[in-house]
Structure formats: C-alpha cells, structure tokens
C-alpha cells in the first residue's frame, strides 16, 4: 500500500492520467483518489481488508493506521462500507466500475 500511496502522489504531481482495466483488485482501488484516474466500464473493482506482506501479523493500531489512509482514497459512500464492513474480510468484495461511474464515483476512461 505504501507504494501505491507514493505512485499516486507522483501521478497527482505529474498531472498524468491512470488508465484502469480489469481487474483492479486491493490497493488498486485507491486510483479512486487520484483525479487523474480512469475507469475502463468493464473494469471490476475488489475490496477487502489490509494485510502485511509475507502475512505478517499486525496490531490493532496498524490495521487502524492502513485501512484510514485506504479509505481516505475512496468516494464517501465506499469509504463507509469500506471502513464498516469490508476492512474485517479477506475475501474481496467486487463492484463493477461502471456502477461506480453510473454514481459519479469514479470517471470514465474517454470523458473529460
């Protein structure tokens, strides 16, 4: 997450845009808070709670620290879900984007 963080400031700074397609699946999904991001409509969206690589274990104050920032990246109505129910699951929860670019979530690839 830390690297997706750094990549998106530097693409933030640049003004360059972030074409997304396919699947977009666990700190992908904070391409939401760049405002140079994309959304192909067939592009799928998976959320779900952090977890340290190699499956490190990880205190409560981390967990808190990692899925604030992640959902700082998210549109109001995700980041509620996300820090209400998807955060404490492993397994993904799924949106396709074009329902995220139907609420005005996310912007479509081709659209200014």
């Not at 140079?36 to 274990?57: K, N, Q, S, Y």
């Not at 808190?64 to 998210?74: C, G, H, L, R």
């Not at 996300?82 to 139907?102: D, G, T, V």
């Amino acid at each position: 997450m830390a690297l997706r963080v750094i990549e998106i400031g530097t693409l933030e700074a640049r003004r360059q845009e972030k074409r997304v397609s396919g699947e977009c699946l666990s700190a992908c999904t904070m391409y939401l808070g760049l405002s140079t991001a994309c959304f192909e409509h067939d592009a799928v969206l998976g959320f779900h709670g952090p977890r340290l690589a190699f499956d490190l274990p990880m205190t409560g104050m981390q967990f808190e620290a990692i899925t604030q920032t992640m959902a700082s990246y998210y549109p109001p109505r995700i980041a509620r879900q996300f820090l209400e129910e998807w955060r404490h699951s492993c397994s993904f929860h799924r949106i396709p984007a074009s329902r995220l670019i139907a609420r005005g979530e996310a912007r479509a690839c081709g659209t200014d």
